[in-house]
């Protein structure tokens, strides 16, 4: 039988509501209407289905300050994570947003309305005490915290929701469950322990053996249930994780184990988000839950220190063990024991016995390199599944960002190493000139910094569209400002996938240069008035302080750029 709901009944609302769907889809659309973001998508899936029994709705401010606080809502329901709705002035203004209001919910990759939320109150968040609380630390180093500060908006917004359907999934429909569904299952096979695993990483034998062994300890069935909503930045990509899961689901024994995905946002709170995973397997209906060794941790604060320790999410879990009504089981940190060809955990290897890992740092570098991996580490199915989105580097895309003065031979160089990469072979080539992207993609846009920082993401954007198809790109903007570059980075570095190589080129050719060689005359209306915010004459450039390499045609001929970067490309075994 699955476990009981925490708060002792099933919030579903998505059933609760379905009787009255037409009735609140006609009123939706005569409703001011907020378009969700990714992560108040993912929390409002869990809320309408279930996931985050008791809650119906966003927390308001009585519930928001207790859990803050006590890790607990206004009711004394355990609930360590804030749910919130944050909106900025312009919504609040926009869409007249007060208590009583009734505001429609959109899918923000669609628009469609998945739920009403009856507005119970707007407040202000105390972001630095939240940060503190929930997190641990004020710390920007936490991924969490720095979304906080930078992406939450200035008010959160409480209220009770009415559900009118569930966004809309086109990849792996049929792994996809609600806790209604999960439950469901579980009992046409008359699972009546269920041993739940998260993961947000590819699993390998040592998971599948840890797993088993877990199971087998309690007589339970298996959920391997992985996080595809928001994970840690950096985090292998969900499709490719999936694939990965699918291809090892076979080597449990027949029957034992079922997949099923959780559109979580994690917010890698480390002890307080291992209490939120258990209580959500517990609305899934999992009797017990693999908690981690820094189960959810997001890695190193600002002093270079772990955020939190390697026991205490499995403490706070045990703390409130009685409330949460689901048995923990510490992850035991698995070794391989090639005498044996089998999976132990550490703690049970006999002294002087000879053990082998490879960690995830290792296992990254010989995907890099196309270097083999053991069959005892990982399966051939999964390994291949791997390869097959993280091929070696010289397969691998990337982008070499140009930034220099107008005339400072950035165009020169982008161009002749068009011809040498091309040369080479292996990979399609791409250029992106500041004046042909002007042209081509944002002849609307002038030249004031607003315009000037959205075409250079424009161009980031391009870029990392292509590399992650495998191709080398070559953008020669002005890029005149250090925070529009960083942008562009984090654009690529976060969406160009295994083509995520960036090199920030900085073409220093001095200012006195780029005017007197100016056969257009383009400084000389500059300096005329005739041009206005024009760099290196009435606007700043910033020069780059991070450059991977600095050239300056002044005192290197073009051929000789050119070749300086094919060794960079080179030495980061690109070529």
Known sequence: MANTPHGGVLKDLLARDEPRQK?????????????????????LELIINGGFSPLEGFLNEQDYKSVVDTLRLASGVLFPIPINLDVNQTDIDRLRIAPGARI???????????AIITVEDVYSPDKPKEAAQVFGADDRAHPAVTYLHTQVGQFYVGGKVDAIKAPSHHDYVAIRFTPAELRSHFKKLAWRKVVAFQTRNPMHRAHRELTVRAARQRQANILIQPVVGLTKPGDVDHYTR??????????????????????????????????????????????????????????KNSQGQDFYGPYDA???????????NIEMVPFLQMTYV?????????????????????????????????????????????????????????????????????NSGKD????ALQVTLNQQGGRSVSLLLGETVRSELSAELGFSRTDRHTNIQRIAFVSAELTRAGAAVIAAPIAPYADSRKAARDVIL????????????????????????DRKGVYKKARAGEIRGFTGIDDVYEPPTDADIVVDITQQSVSEIVHSIILLLETNGLL
């Open 23 to 43: 009735e609140l889809l006609e009123e939706a659309s005569t409703l001011p209407d907020l378009v969700l973001t990714e992560r108040q998508l993912c929390d």
């Open 314 to 324: 499995q403490e706070l879990v045990s703390k409130y063990k009685d409330e949460l």
């Open 412 to 415: 020169s160089i982008g161009r």
């Open 104 to 114: 429609a919910l959109l899918d923000p990759r669609n628009e469609e309305a998945l």
């Open 338 to 406: 090639p005498s044996t060809d089998e999976y132990m955990p550490i703690d049970e290897v006999p002294k002087g016995v000879q053990t082998l890992d490879i960690s995830g740092t290792e296992l990254r570098k010989r995907l890099r390199t196309g270097a083999p991996i053991p069959d005892w580490f990982s399966y051939d199915s999964v390994v291949k599944v791997l390869r097959e989105s993280y091929p070696p580097r010289t397969q691998q895309g990337f982008v070499l960002f140009l930034t220099g003065l107008y």
């Open 242 to 299: 999936v694939r990965v899961y699918q291809a090892l689901m076979p080597k449990y024994p027949n029957g034992s184990a079922h997949l099923a995905l959780l559109p979580l946002a994690m917010r890698m709170g480390g002890p307080r988000e291992a209490v939120w995973h258990s209580i959500i397997r517990k609305n899934y209906g999992a009797t017990h839950f693999i908690v981690g060794r820094d189960h959810a941790g997001p890695g």
């Open 494 to 517: 976060s969406q160009g996938g295994s083509g995520g190589n960036f090199f920030l080129i900085h073409v220093a050719t001095p200012l006195e240069h780029c005017e007197k060689f």
